[in-house]
């Protein structure tokens, strides 16, 4: 069983950064790849970033590639989410989640999710 809990949500300028933290529980976080996915009002949850086991292999959506960066610190059982250049697109509620299985775009792969941090970017 994993745990998840996100933090660093907020209100931001459009320009401005923030970073997301996912705090995990569990003995076994080093075994889970890890994702970020999104939900705007009236959308459906869509992927954002993930990073496997064990930090090396990455992949983003194409829609925040260069702006955004996703670690992750196994010592720590955190992952972060780096968010610079927000734009008010970028509004929605960020859940962190986790998979047994290798990095996944499919946000039905996922087998834990935290309850989300909202992001607002103002323009």
């Known amino acids: 069983q994993v745990q998840l809990v996100e933090s660093g949500g907020g209100l931001v300028q459009a320009g401005g950064s923030l970073r997301l933290s996912c705090a995990a529980s569990?003995?076994?976080?080093?075994?889970?790849?890890m994702g970020w996915f999104r939900q705007a009002p009236g959308k459906e949850r869509e992927f954002v970033a993930a990073?496997?086991?064990?930090?090396?292999?990455?992949y983003y959506a194409d829609s925040v590639k260069g702006r955004f960066t996703i670690s992750r610190d196994n010592a720590k059982i955190t992952v972060y989410l780096q968010m610079n250049g927000l734009k008010p697109e970028d509004t929605a509620v960020y859940y962190c989640?986790?998979?047994?299985?290798?990095?996944?775009?499919?946000?039905?792969?996922?087998?834990?999710w935290g309850q989300g941090t909202h992001v607002t970017v103002s323009s």
């Open positions: 569990g003995r076994t976080f080093s075994n889970y790849a």
């Open positions: 989640a986790a998979t047994r299985g290798s990095l996944d775009l499919s946000r039905g792969k996922y087998d834990y």
């Open positions: 990073v496997s086991w064990s930090g090396g292999s990455k």
